[in-house]
């Protein structure tokens, strides 16, 4: 009885969860190609719908259809045309410098994203599922950035530790996680949401009044910015923002990817997220490894966080996360789970953050490019969906996730 | 020992070990309570004030010492977990209403502790706390109605986002709030019928779909909300706000009127529909059924009930209730849509079910005591707490980790949530 209550998690919980993730990352390129056009298409009808002439000129559409359609590619073009100036190259600049400084930009948006992107995958391949990104990252932020500006240190170190404080604090923050759902059976995704509160009201909290908050900021949550020893250096010369975090979360899909892919650790990782039922009549402590895996999850997420710190030279508020901590299960679920699917997912996303503000100005809001993102993941994660309109033929090796849950019925459930 | 054959010696390992969860947690709040009420509470005096606005005071205002209010309920706390701790010895049962009547002895003691040297307003705080906690208790009951027909149902986050998106919209074009209600209501259910296709038909997995479908309402709100609405307040986001309904009588009743019988539509609809749901689930053969797909799928697929499409149906008209959320936050409240204005009550009403053990009325409880200790956070900001406010905020949060991690002990979801059903 002491055994079954302390029983770490239901395995035909994560069970099926795995089942779930197997199919969404065993997405074919084709496929994810397909779920990212829907997803523009998606956007492009938003746009349409909500752009004033078009809606001016749907009122007499029969008397001239060629004023509703001019209008509606008009906004469509001008919105991705932005989109794309914004964030890949700008053929309108003077110098080639000057024209790829907006790739550079989503190359810095990318960073965070993949970072956290890794964290959360990571939990996916487990078999847990680690909503608490935004807790993670704003406590990597608090320990960063206590560090950054509060204690001096020589050019190099002071930087190393800071990132080793921010990453610490989010391992132990996610640790908790681990522990609760290791020793009472705890579900981590309510865990990890009230995490992420508790974490939002304490840094909130630290940033107004307590030990990060500025004293120029008044009774605003502000904290100083970091001392120029621990920023991370630029890595094409001041006149691009590009920092070393992106080679920071470059270094991180090479971790990820030994980690998960060539490790013995990550080996037993993974067996735990194929069956923890058989993992554990292996001999693998299936309760200290999810442990283990929350830690390691918010490892990559806190990494994600102390580059919000670092990578600028401003105070921070408690929205210093800026959604990164929730986008990047929407970047490890559009990833696949896989080092490299991340990392250009990772690219993708950034490149829709570091667009926004062109698109901003050009007139047309960059929100539609979340509902983007919902629609591209959505239709990933829906592989039969994909199928049935594209009319794509059934792949056996990534059927459909019906045939596996037949499968292991008849397997003897 | 001369232990006789007779005497099975296995006996012994049956014995449930001794849960010392309940007893610990409770020991924890007692000594906060009692040292920080009572040791070192305030010796000033604290006034209980029943008086409601625009009505006259019915009730005499209840003067206390706050340190010895805090003496007494700490000695009170303690007489309880002494209690606890003789229940777990003996491997009894802790009782839900102990557990409530403790919480509500630390919740006096807290409220003399913050209004000492003021007035500790109860109308005041209990009709915000109902305001607070309307749209939680709705995506409480329509979580707990799909959970138990074996759906999680993560998208209630983006049920009342679309509630509160398409009542304001809605209201603002048509200039008629009751068809904005049912407009918000529909869209909800909408969003459940999404979230039920992909989990339902295509089996993908119910949380990833909830997760997305979150991201995706987010998104059109937030696009159409600064696309449209911040572009020509008046034209798309000016539906104004649902009229309180005084109820002749019952509203002049000292403090339960003015908290219970003053309210918005939605706040009777609440009420309503809390009772509906509870007798749904646990009277009738529709609710028998319900529980029973999320229980035993295949046991239920037997003897002739459709699985999928129970489920179908259970996710989609939930999110009618959901979507009356939505409605209660934006037309409800402060009449107008205001971006990602849910803040993640979706989760918290998530969160109520599992606290209330997938329970209705339990869930309602939770949720309202996420309502008051929202309203007490106001409060207290107001009352000039010791305690800064982002603290007081912490704690619905903070108790329901203690609680989801053992306080209320282990609960069992049912059997097949989150689990597609597959005709084999």
Known sequence: MTETTKAPAEPRETGTLQLALREIFGASFTRTVLAIVIGFVVGAVLIIITNEEFLASVGYFFQRPSDALGAAWNAVYTGYSSLFTGSIFNSSADTFGAAIRPFTETLRFAAPLILAGLGIALSFKVGLFNIGGLGQMLVAIAGASWVSFAVPMPTALHMLVAMAVGVLAAMVWGGIVGLLKAATGAHEVIVTIMMNYIALY??????????LHSPDAGTNPKTPPPLETAQYPALLGDSYRLHLGFIVAVLGVVLYWWLMERSSLGFRLRAVGENPSAAATSGMKVSTLYIITMALSAMFVGFAGVNQVLGGSVGLTASADSGIGFDAITVALLGGGNAIGIFFAGLLFGAMKAGGPAMQIAGVSPEVLVVVQGVIVLFIAAPPLVRAIFRLPKSVENGPIAQKFSRTKKGGE | MTATAHEPTTHEAIVRPVDWRAPISFIVFALVGFFAFGVNGPSTDVVFSWAAKGTPSVLPDLT??????????GGLMFAITALTFWLALTRRKISAWIVVGFALLFLIGL?????????????Y????AIAFSV????????GAMGERAGVTNIAIEGQLLMGAFTAAFVGTITGNLIIAMFAGMISGSLIGALLAVFSVKYHVDQIIVGVVVNVLVAGITSFVHSSMMTRDEQAYNYPGTLPAIRIPLLSEIPVIGPVLFNQRITTYLMFALVIFVTVLLYKTRTGLRLRAVGEHPLAADTVGINVNRTRFWVVTLSGLIAGLGGVALSIGSVGGFIREMSAGQGYIALACVILGRWNPLAATAAAFLFGFSKQFGVWAAQAGAAIPTDFINMIPYIVTLIAV?????RSIAPAAINKPYVKS
């Open chain 2, 405 to 409: 991690g053992g306080f209320v002990g």
């Open chain 2, 125 to 128: 705080l209990l009709t915000g």
């Open chain 2, 135 to 142: 749209p939680v208790v709705l995506g409480a009951l329509a």
């Open chain 2, 64 to 73: 206390v010492n706050a340190r010895a209010l805090g003496f007494v309920i």
């Open chain 2, 111 to 123: 409220l003399g502790w913050v209004g000492a040297g003021g007035r500790v307003p109860i109308v």
């Open chain 1, 202 to 211: 304490a840094v909130s909290y630290a940033m107004r009044a307590g030990f």
